[in-house]
């Protein structure tokens, strides 16, 4: 019999690395709890007092999560004052991650830098931009505390803005958006031929709300392309998503033909509009007609043919032109992060000259044993590697014979299957107002398919890295199985044995390299837009949820219209 002393040191490897591989999961979960009943005080010590979060390498994931719920919270001063250092940082790290000599020392993930995903970036900006708007429209900057030495509090006081100032927040806005616009040009110039994450719809359609927000001449010139462009970025980019594409995955699969195809037979072929397309483009579609009537009026007949408008159309929005009030729903939480199984085949590595010890006793032979003695049978016949499921080209890794297991990210994406219609009553609660929000960033998707790419692109190198870990440890193990075959019923108690010693091994090997499930976790699940014409009064704003068949009417909060010609921002977030 094997001795259970050989076996201990096994069993420590595997408990001592399954401890530390959570990646702060724990933490995550109880800070998602204490969003969706709006508890952002304890939600905010759970990051300042967890050790995950206060990791050096995980400074970026902090500021980014500390940012937000300042935000969520209303305190739009000392938010943009994180966000701008998670900002400076996440922009270093980008220009550090995509060196090849960062990517060649990343052994494994869960122990680098967290670097954010291009999305999370992207977002830092939007957020940013969002809280000088915010800032200037309340008029103040929020009292708050500072901590000072080591148990001394300083309490700032709160400080309301002068007109300057107020305007200068708008000017701030602005510029961030070029800043914005100055990075996605980059990521474009870095992902050119394939359709991950490489430009960013939110970055224009609310990018042109603050360039109309503005409203200089030159102002409105920006505006009016960026939702143009935003017409060519549904083509382009975003028929990567399930939310804006119903031949998504078709699409993924094909893009890297689609110079060769043409935009035309693009859409033609790869692109089925779905109901929040649709709804997307028609507000598209209002606000460049609404904008070229203000700028140039001779431009109308243009735009017929270039975007499908009809007489009817021009007429509806002739109707309800210079809309005073924009509605930012911010809807949900992203859908989780987690750690999907995956299989590598042990075939080819098996003839890996890094095996070994493999060499000598002979890859059939231990390829047998892998399956027959240990188990490691191919995956189901149902296995759809890393991105398959997105239409996602993957690389082929043999596992038709002994296969090992293992973890990669992905992202549990249930997909937006309702829809928002925004209702604005008044005093007496009476409708005045009803119109459909226009989804402008389908967040869950995003991450989605941005995780799974990444996934994609390392599951050879991972896979063939652990193959080459589990055949060292099948060695192992057939060498103490060969030892204790002799004698009567020796082959019973050695298959037992190898078992044993090799599952200890394996447990080792999973969980010193688990997936890395760090992310942004606190981000909406999508964010809508919508754009009303209201006169001068009080209201309270309900969104008129249609998902499953049933209707449920959420009170998202108060509006309050002081000037019928000023152009105002108003910003809720649901957390259901």
Known sequence: MVKPKLLL???????????????????????RELLRTSQFSEALKVIEESKVYKDKDN?????????????SAGKYYQSSEVLKEARELGRALFTKSISNKVQKLIANDNYDIYYGERYEISLIHFYQALNHLLISKQGFYEAYEV??????VRKIAQRELTKKEIKGREMSARAEVLAWDSFLTNLKNERKGSSVFKNDLLAKVFGA??????????????????????????????GAYKSFNGSYKEYNKNYDKFPKIGERDVKAKFIKETAYQKQLKEFLNERIVDLTYEIRPNGIRSLKKTYGITKAFLKKVSKERNPNITILF???????????KEYFGLGAAMNDPKAGAAAKIGSAVLTVFAASQLGLLPPPRHYSPAGAYLGIKVAEAAVTGAAVKFELPKIKNPGIHYTNEVLIKNKEGVIVARKPLSLVAPLGDIAEQAVAEQATSVYKRVGARLAIKHITAIVAAFATYKAMSSGKNAS????????????ASAKGIENSE??????????????????????????????????????????LGPLEVTEEKKKELFNFRSFL
Not at 147 to 152: C, I, T
Request: aromatic residues 12%.
């Open 209 to 238: 709300y603050i360039h109309e927000l503005i409203g200089s001449h030159t102002d409105l010139q920006i505006a009016l392309q960026l939702y143009k462009d935003s017409h060519k970025l549904l083509v382009r980019n975003y």
């Open 59 to 71: 400074r970026l994931l902090f500021l980014m999560e500390k940012g937000l719920l300042l935000h």
């Open 330 to 340: 911010q809807k949900g939480i992203i859908p989780l992060k987690v750690g999907s």
């Open 147 to 152: 901590k000072e030495g080591k148990d001394g």
């Open 9 to 31: 040191p096994y069993l420590f490897i595997s408990l001592f690395l399954f401890s530390c591989a959570s990646g702060g999961k724990k933490e995550r979960n109880k800070l």
């Open 492 to 503: 019973f108690f050695a298959k037992q044995a190898a078992i044993i010693q090799y599952l």
């Open 514 to 555: 688990r997936a890395d499930t760090r992310f942004w976790s606190s981000l909406p699940s999508d964010v809508w837009m919508g754009k009303f014409k209201l006169a001068k009064g009080s209201y309270q704003v309900f969104a008129k949820i249609h998902e499953a068949g049933v209707n449920r009417e959420l009170l």
